[in-house]
């Protein structure tokens, strides 16, 4: 069975913290999402990609193939941070998404 | 920039009541889904659409219809509401290319059906 697992489920941080939120997957992909959802229900797609790194403001994802494994770090933590991080992939084979059980955070000031 | 819009922010219905949830994006997206999300289970996919008129089922179809009569709209629809369809639903979008396009979406429908 194809699976997405993320860890931690829950996680709390102080203010300016540097956070990891990692998600591992089963076989290949093609492409993996992450994904933000405020306590409102919205959801906001972060970063897309299929190999190395990328970065936008204090937010940085990387992807390792080999070791089938994603992580998304927040430099610098700040309240506003708090949200659910959701990763979701695309197996290489078949046209689905599969989503993570999500990481709920939270930056305390 | 992108904007999905879902109809309703909250809907309370009856069991058995035929309930109708819509959504509309304004960037002329091939691609259309409607997810539902429950505690423990993540995102579930329930329908999907890649153009007009065509629409493709997800893991979880039982229970729902689709309708997509013009590009931009992507209804999902409910045809006799039960207590285990109350969840919140989510409706996506994205450029025609699959799953490797981002993802744009609604800010969700929390239905609940008494």
């Known amino acids: 069975k194809n699976e997405v697992e993320q860890s931690p489920q829950n996680l709390t941080a102080q203010e300016g913290e540097f956070i990891t939120i990692n998600c591992s997957y089963s076989v290949g992909i093609s492409a993996l999402h992450w994904l933000q959802q405020h306590p409102g229900g919205g959801i906001v797609s972060l970063f897309m990609?299929?190999?190395g790194k990328k970065k936008h403001g204090r937010l940085i994802a990387t992807i390792n193939i080999q070791e089938k494994h994603s992580s998304l770090h927040i430099t610098a933590s700040h309240p506003r941070d708090s949200a659910v991080y959701i990763c979701?992939?695309?197996?290489?084979?078949?046209?689905?998404?599969?989503f993570g059980g999500g990481t709920r955070v939270l930056v305390k000031p | 920039d992108v904007k999905v819009t879902q109809s309703s922010r909250y809907l309370v219905k009856r069991t058995g009541e035929k309930v109708f949830l819509e959504c509309v994006q304004d960037?002329?997206?091939?691609?259309m889904f409607w997810y539902r999300q429950d505690p423990g289970l993540g995102l579930r996919l329930i329908y999907f659409?890649?153009?007009?008129?065509?629409?493709e089922k997800g893991d979880i179809p039982e229970g729902y219809s689709v309708s997509r009569e013009k590009k931009e709209r992507f209804s999902l629809i409910l045809e006799s509401a039960s207590t285990n369809q109350t969840s919140m639903y989510l409706c996506?979008?994205?450029?025609?290319?699959?799953?490797?396009?981002?993802?744009?979406f609604g800010n969700g429908t929390r239905l609940t059906v008494t």
């Open positions: 990609l299929s190999s």
């Open positions: 960037m002329d997206h091939e691609n």
């Open positions: 996506a979008s994205s450029l025609r290319g699959g799953y490797n396009s981002p993802l744009h």
């Open positions: 979701a992939v695309r197996w290489a084979a078949g046209n689905k998404l599969t």
């Open positions: 659409s890649y153009d007009v008129k065509m629409k």
